[in-house]
């Protein structure tokens, strides 16, 4: 054979297997979907073609956007893993198997755990409405009943939860550095960020806390539900919005057309009014008449999306590939080019207007902890040491009094410990089995803008580079920064199941990274001595922090700003 045709032949099986991948690829949920059927093919639920998909509208200052997020939760579209745990739970339900719940096996169907609450506030309800569940009313629920009632009542596989209230962190930053009050900020007031900022450094740390800058400030986790699986709740506040991949949403066109319209006597948008490329525009614009009215913007959530993004959640102890935003299409479509990936766990949009920063999170704590207090109140509530509890052990016991007829699976009103264990199993796995995208509106924050490294506080060199950072929000070039000039900003986390921080802000802390990056070249490059001295862990030594002579902190300090940072720290002579 010659070398040009070996040369052919590779090529042929490069392309082959490549047709071979994306194949497989867009067969992966169907693939699911038939093998789910196969083991229970009489208490399947309907998978979607679109298993893995979740679509998302955001409803910019200047124009709505559509997101496609395609999921994966330890290695499975995160519908199928929904879809497993109803399957499971029914099965739970079904005490005599006969692959339908009654009326008395239905009175056991839990109500949904609120996310954003934990499992360690374990819900102790039952849904008692039976019409609502059976709705063709034959006095029966199927597994297909019980999935279309949880995704009604909030308990579906996906939801958008939004704190309440802005964070006033932005306000308070901007009035502090407003020095004239006069609702700008000048040259002169951004070079003397950094000193006069300095006196609210309570703890002397060379840094500004939240804490700090407000004090006493409530970062509460009370949160809003949205989209919780039912139909889609549009009101004048709402910036980000859940919807069904390809479905319509009811209300849409009238809500775009107040939210974007300018001239709001024509009752319609103009290409400038809501900012869509022409090609997008001209497949709402069915009428050709160079505007959207309100029915063709009723088929907005159906365009194709501005922004795809790959996303792999689950559990980093097993072997389902590496987690976060994967693959070289993690993010693909016209807005790509304005995301940026600063970890495998986040990506920013920058927008014209707007900043949306999008964290990967790990989900609920494992529920062990509050395994062991029911197993200790277990032991402490049979007092005639039977091992099981009967109704007047638990009419004495708060705990059980509220979950007895729950955890008693057969009804036999004896509460034996593996039936509490299999209650509270199936309780985990059901927050396991949804998604929560919490939202923190920021509003037009300026702490934002400088909080570079995202970890809730301002550092000197943060502080010292404020007019630096702040100068592209400068558009119309007078030396001063407005507040209308300030980039909104949004704050999102994914996670599995129960979120924590919500509300006002994220406070630093509150929840890891999924999965494990692992050690960090980058920082194990760092001499060990730098590593030490940074004891506020901003990634600079100061003149303070700095434990040797003036003149080997000048040395290092190459630049002379003031600051040694980690490649300054690398550079170093030993």
Same mark, same amino acid.
């Given at each position: 054979m010659s070398s040009l045709e070996s040369l052919h032949l590779?090529?042929?099986?490069?392309?082959?297997?490549?047709?071979?991948?994306?194949?497989?690829?867009?067969?992966?949920?169907?693939?699911?979907?038939?093998?789910?059927?196969?083991?229970?093919?009489?208490?399947?639920?309907?998978?979607?073609?679109?298993?893995?998909?979740?679509?998302?509208?955001?409803?910019?200052?200047?124009?709505?956007?559509?997101?496609?997020?395609?999921?994966? *939760?330890? @290695?499975? #579209? =995160?519908?199928?893993?929904?879809?497993?745990?109803i399957r499971k739970l029914f099965r739970y &339900?079904? %005490?005599?198997?006969?692959?339908?719940?009654?009326?008395?096996?239905?009175?056991?169907?839990?109500?949904?755990?609120?996310?954003?609450?934990?499992?360690?506030?374990?819900?102790?309800?039952?849904a008692s409405d039976f019409g609502g569940i059976d709705t063709n009313r034959d006095g029966e629920v199927t597994i297909e009943e019980l999935a279309n009632y949880y995704r009604r *009542?909030? @308990?579906? #596989? =996906?939801?958008?939860?939004?704190?309440?209230?802005?964070?006033?962190?932005?306000?308070? &930053?901007? %009035?502090?550095l407003d020095a004239d009050g006069d609702d700008a900020l000048t040259e002169a007031e951004l070079h003397a960020a950094d000193t006069r900022l300095r006196d609210l450094d309570a703890n002397d740390d060379e840094m500004i806390g939240m804490e700090e800058l407000i004090p006493n400030a409530s970062y509460g986790q009370v949160v809003t539900p949205v989209a919780a699986g039912g139909a889609t709740v549009l009101s004048s506040d709402t910036a980000f919005a859940a919807v069904s991949p390809g479905e319509p949403v009811a209300g849409l066109g009238r809500f775009l057309l107040d939210r974007y319209d300018r001239n709001p006597r024509d009752g319609k948008l103009s290409p400038a009014e809501i900012g869509l490329d022409l090609v997008t525009f001209e497949r709402l614009d069915r009428?050709?008449?160079?505007?959207?009215?309100?029915?063709?913007?009723?088929?907005?959530?159906?365009?194709?999306?501005?922004?795809?993004?790959?996303?792999?959640?689950?559990?980093a102890s097993r072997e389902v590939g590496p987690q976060g935003f994967v693959g070289p299409d993690a993010a693909s479509g016209p807005l790509a080019s304005r995301v940026r990936r600063p970890s495998p766990w986040q990506i920013v949009l920058d927008l014209e207007t707007a900043r949306i920063d999008l964290e990967l999170r790990n989900g609920p704590q494992a529920s062990f902890g509050l395994r062991e207090s029911y197993k200790q109140q277990f032991r402490v509530a049979d007092t005639d040491n039977n091992k099981y509890l009967d109704t007047k052990e638990v009419e004495r016991n708060g705990l059980f009094r509220s979950v007895f007829a729950l955890m008693d699976r057969d009804g036999d009103g004896?509460?034996?410990?593996?039936?509490?264990?299999?209650?509270?199993?199936?309780?985990?796995?059901?927050?396991?089995?949804?998604?929560?995208?919490?939202?923190?509106?920021?509003?037009r924050s300026i702490f934002e803008a400088l909080d570079t490294n995202r970890d809730r506080r301002l550092g000197v060199r943060e502080?010292?580079?404020?007019?630096?950072?702040?100068?592209?929000?400068?558009?119309?070039?007078?030396?001063?920064?407005?507040?209308?000039?300030?980039?909104?900003s949004y704050q999102l986390a994914l996670a599995r199941g129960a979120q924590a921080g919500f509300g006002g802000g994220f406070p630093p802390g509150v929840a890891a990274p999924v999965g494990d990056a692992g050690p960090s070249p980058t920082r194990d490059a760092v001499p060990l001595w730098f590593r030490r001295m940074d004891r506020n862990g901003d990634g600079d030594v100061s003149r303070r922090e700095f434990l040797g002579r003036p003149a080997d902190f000048r040395r290092l300090d190459a630049d002379g700003d003031g600051l040694i940072d980690a490649d300054e720290a690398r550079r170093a002579r030993p």
């Open positions: 590779v090529t042929f099986t490069f392309r082959l297997s490549s047709f071979v991948f994306r194949l497989l690829c867009l067969a992966l949920p169907l693939v699911f979907a038939v093998s789910n059927w196969a083991a229970h093919p009489d208490d399947a639920v309907p998978a979607s073609s679109m298993s893995d998909t979740q679509d998302i509208l955001f409803f910019g200052d200047e124009r709505p956007m559509l997101m496609r997020l395609h999921m994966v *939760v330890d @290695g499975k #579209p =995160f519908r199928v893993v929904w879809d497993e745990h &339900l079904d %005490r005599d198997g006969d692959r339908v719940l009654s009326k008395q096996e239905a009175s056991q169907v839990p109500m949904p755990q609120p996310l954003g609450q934990g499992f360690a506030n374990l819900q102790t309800t039952t *009542v909030g @308990g579906g #596989p =996906f939801q958008i939860l939004v704190g309440q209230g802005r964070n006033r962190l932005g306000d308070e &930053l901007f %009035r502090r009428d050709r008449d160079g505007s959207l009215n309100s029915d063709e913007l009723e088929k907005f959530s159906e365009i194709p999306p501005d922004l795809t993004l790959c996303i792999r959640l689950g559990d004896k509460l034996f410990e593996e039936e509490m264990d299999a209650y509270l199993e199936q309780e985990a796995e059901a927050l396991a089995s949804r998604l929560a995208l919490s939202v923190a509106d920021h509003g502080l010292r580079t404020a007019l630096r950072r702040l100068a592209p929000l400068d558009r119309n070039g007078d030396v001063r920064i407005g507040r209308d000039q300030i980039t909104h």
